[in-house]
């Protein structure tokens, strides 16, 4: 069985725990690796290397540091195939979705490159008489990242490019269900020239996670994960007297309106609600159609759903892959199930679907639910599977409410011919993404990606110009050079300009 280990100082680490867990083939249902979950100890060494390399680190030039983010660049791009089947093995996302998202991870690796540009101060010449007024930004020493399973490669990268870019050094705990995509951006990060300490990994569960909430020499923490654990650490990390951003769980609305057309909107939506299995926080789960758009878009939807190849994801015809754990599959039928009792049609039922070959696989089958209510468990749980309630509004405004009622405020999206309604849309809803004939508007790297309401805790939003301002710190620098230090006599009034 091979044992994924920690990485530390450069090097893979075994530390001190024996504690293991399982990391399976979702599309097997077979145990293919252990992984060693951290002990606090284990957790202080990484932040021990970190905090040293920082003092290094945290001086180099911003053309050293940019050689290297360059040469990791090349080397994701050139390995991306081998990244998407490590991915696509332990998380089970089919192959063209795994390169899919390491290209996304790619971009704010790209976006970082800048970092010249991005950490550009601000000079304003004679405020005063003889005074000049500047600032620049540093970095804050040792900053850690915990990550989800449902993106293995491109969460760490809304974290760690940025954070090493602005002269930080790194702690990334990733998911323990699917560790390795991990260590092979570590492999190349050590390959690309980056110093040892700067980049370090940690595997483990809640014991390690708590190790680095606490730890006195992180500055920082960056997490993205379930609303619950998002909530526990902000307020944990908070307490500590950490900067915090906490990004959380999900449940995205797309409004189709009656004015839409039928074929494009049901395309879209099969793609964002059973892409990935439907395990992706943009993931549209509820379509809120609007007056005389929810038959024929419910017929259109159901037939691309049943037409959607549901496989393993190394297969090339495969559109869907399973879901990541057998509890998961188990928690996701039963959701369902509790639809069906609770009053809501199943226009399409994906329990109980058997790949052949795969017979032990996690797999869920797409499904739609139609006549979905807002008091429904299906509606108010994040389902986090290939599970699309359509829910019933009479008009635009009506479908707004539905949206802005709800907890959760990650994305949105309307289909639609009329702009009116799109403005009424983008400028109403209480939600931080939002896509216009977009289904899963993940904004581009230069952009701040984050939610509102319940899924995001904390001010900052994550990589763009958001996450250079979360990983460092401003300073302004108020100077005067008189051209003799001759006295001039004290003067005990407050500062004002001349
Ligand atoms: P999760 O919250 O279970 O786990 C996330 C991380 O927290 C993991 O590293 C895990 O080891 C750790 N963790 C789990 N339980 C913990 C505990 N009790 N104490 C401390 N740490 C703990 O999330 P997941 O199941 O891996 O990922 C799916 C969730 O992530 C979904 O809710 C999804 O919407 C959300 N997500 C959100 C975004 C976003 O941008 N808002 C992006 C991706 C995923």
Redesign the pocket.
Known sequence: MRTVSHWIGGKPATGTSTRTSPVWNPATGQQQAEVLLASTADVDTAVQAAKAAFETWGQSSLSQRTKVLFAFRELVNARTAELAEIISDEHGKVLSDAKGEVQRGLEVVEFACGIPTLLKGEYSDQVSGGIDLFSFRQPLGVCAG??????PAM?PM?MYPVAIATGNTFVL?????DPSASMLAAELWAEAGLPDGVFNIVH???E???AL?DHPDVAAVS????????K??HERGIANGKRVQA????KNHAIVMPDAAVDYASDHLVAAAFGSAG????AISAAVAVGSAADELVEAVSAKARATKVGPGRDADSEMGPV?TAAARDRIVELIGTGEAQGATLAVDGRGLSVPGHEDGFFVGPTVIDRVATSMDVYKQ?I?GPVLSVVRADTVDEAIAIINANPYG?GTAIFTSSGEAARRFQRGVNVGMIGINVPVPVPMAYYS???WKD??FGQSH?HGPEGVAFYTRAKVVTARWPQVQAASGSSFHFPTST
Request: hydrophobic content about 45%; charged content about 20%.
């Open positions: 915990i990550t989800p399973f449902n993106f969460v809304w705990k990733p998911s323990e269900r483990g569960d809640k390690a996670v708590d909430l997490f993205v994960g379930s609303t619950p654990i998002a526990y650490i990004l959380g769980g999900a395990e992706r926080c943009m990541i994040e986090f990650n990606f984050g939610g899924s995001l994550i």
